[in-house]
């Protein structure tokens, strides 16, 4: 599976930003997908994470209430809709997916252990 992010921007505080994450590659429906982000100077951090159908999500604490991770088998499309930003979102945001993993797992599993990686797309929010 090769994954591309997209959408990433310059937004102001307050203001939205979708990012998508493009996957080529067979049997996309058994792989739960995930969004991490790396701010400068920090580790990357777990954001949100989807099931492999679409009927389970999980998100950070950081997150919740604010972005909402979704996808569309049909197009190998997993989205990120990112509401109410705030400049501490700002950072490199990359999708990962894993194959047949859980959202929650997703979020709890160390970073070596993801099986595909997409190169990362920049989220800037100015205040």
């Known amino acids: 599976v090769q994954l591309q992010a997209s959408g990433g921007g310059l937004v102001q505080a307050g203001g939205s930003l979708r990012l998508s994450c493009a996957a080529s590659?067979?049997?996309?429906?058994?792989?739960?997908v995930g969004w991490f982000r790396q701010a400068p100077g920090k580790e990357r951090e777990f954001v949100a994470a989807?099931?492999?159908?679409?009927?389970?999500?999980y998100n950070a604490d950081s997150v919740k209430g604010r972005f909402t991770i979704s996808r569309d088998n049909a197009k190998n499309m997993v989205y990120l809709q990112m509401n109410s930003l705030k400049p501490e979102d700002t950072a490199v945001y990359y999708c990962?997916?894993?194959?047949?993993?859980?959202?929650?797992?997703?979020?709890?599993?160390?970073?070596?252990?993801?099986?595909?990686w997409g190169q990362g797309t920049l989220v800037t929010v100015s205040s």
């Open positions: 990962a997916a894993d194959r047949f993993k859980t959202p929650q797992s997703m979020g709890v599993m160390g970073l070596r252990m993801h099986d595909y």
């Open positions: 590659g067979r049997a996309f429906s058994t792989y739960a």
């Open positions: 989807i099931s492999l159908n679409g009927d389970s999500t």
